[in-house]
């Protein structure tokens, strides 16, 4: 739903992306393409925590903050 540009270091970044290499797919899970194809899908085996104000008309997050990732069970 976007991209996320705060709450997080660098540190943090390489480590969550250790994690999401470890599940990435070539296959998209959207129905509808996405505008910028520069994107890495993953298996859903992480939930990442958002705080976010508002939703745009296009669907996608405003003023949004990293708050945590956790693996789902």
């Known amino acids: 739903m976007g991209k ?6 660098r540190i943090a970044a390489g480590k969550i992306r250790k994690q ?3 599940v990435a797919t070539a296959k998209s899970p959207l ?5 910028k194809p520069k994107a890495t899908w993953v298996e ?3 939930a ?3 705080e976010y104000r508002d939703i745009t008309s296009e ?3 405003r003023q949004s903050s990293f708050k945590g990732l956790t693996k789902m069970t």
Do not use: M
């Not at 996320?4 to 270091?9: D, K």
């Open 4 to 9: 996320v540009g705060t709450g997080w270091s």
């Open 20 to 22: 999401l290499d470890t």
């Open 31 to 35: 129905t509808k393409p996405l505008r």
């Open 44 to 46: 859903q085996f992480f």
């Open 48 to 50: 990442a925590e958002v």
């Open 59 to 61: 669907g996608l997050l």
